[in-house]
Every structure is written in structure tokens, then in C-alpha cells.
């Protein structure tokens, strides 16, 4: 699976982005698709996460009302609707996705075996 991860760019605080993981090469079916997030100087955290089959999400607490995933079959892309952004979103998202990922577990990006290559989310305040 190789996932290509687009959307990024500048915008200003109160502002919206949509980010988009397109995947080739194997279908998201029977997949978990999650978005992570990293600062710099700090730990890749968890974001978002939605199981192909069924849309069942799961979200960090600080951005839960402000981000919505979801995803698109005919396109087989997820994507993340980040709305309100703020300063502290400011990071490099990356998506991910693997087969077998139990609910409990959709927040550990080490459950994840596939990767996108990031994309760069700048909020200026």
C-alpha cells in the first residue's frame, strides 16, 4: 500500500484545511486509516483514525468538534476536515493505515504499518 498525503499549506488561526490520503496499489477495505501529527521537538502523536468498513472514528480529545474524518470508496482516500485550527496544530500530518487494528489500539502509531510521506499544516496566529 502507498499513501500519498496532500492538502497542507498556511492558514491563519480560525481557518480550515482539508487533508487528503489517497491510497494505491491495495484498496483501504478491511483497513484502519489513522492521521498523526508531529511538531518539531516533539513526539508523533494521534489524531484521528477511521475504520474502512463500518466508519467507526476515534479522535484526540483536543481536537474532537473541530476535525472530522472520514472517507470517500470511489476514491479510496481519507480525508481530515480540520476546522478552528490552531496555533498549536501546527505540525507535519502524516496518514497511516493497516489491516487488524483493534479499537483500543487506533491511537498507537505503532500498530500501523504503512505510511504517508506528510504533509506541512502552518497556523499562524
Known amino acids: 500500500v502507498q499513501l500519498q498525503a496532500s492538502g497542507g499549506g498556511l492558514v491563519q488561526a480560525g481557518g480550515s484545511l482539508r487533508l487528503s490520503c489517497a491510497a494505491s496499489?491495495?484498496?483501504?477495505?478491511?483497513?484502519?486509516v489513522g492521521w498523526f501529527r508531529q511538531a518539531p521537538g516533539k513526539e508523533r502523536e494521534f489524531v484521528a483514525a477511521?475504520?474502512?468498513?463500518?466508519?467507526?472514528?476515534q479522535y484526540r480529545n483536543s481536537v474532537k468538534g473541530r476535525f472530522t474524518i472520514s472517507r470517500d470508496n470511489a476514491k479510496n482516500t481519507v480525508y481530515l476536515q480540520m476546522n478552528s485550527l490552531k496555533s498549536e496544530d501546527t505540525a507535519v500530518y502524516y496518514c497511516?493505515?493497516?489491516?487488524?487494528?483493534?479499537?483500543?489500539?487506533?491511537?498507537?502509531?505503532?500498530?500501523?504499518?504503512?505510511w504517508g510521506q506528510g504533509t506541512q499544516v502552518t497556523v499562524s496566529s
Open positions: 497511516a493505515a493497516s489491516a487488524g487494528v483493534i479499537l483500543s489500539e487506533y491511537g498507537n502509531l505503532n500498530q500501523y504499518a504503512y
Open positions: 496499489g491495495r484498496t483501504f477495505s478491511r483497513y484502519v
Open positions: 477511521i475504520r474502512w468498513s463500518g466508519g467507526a472514528t
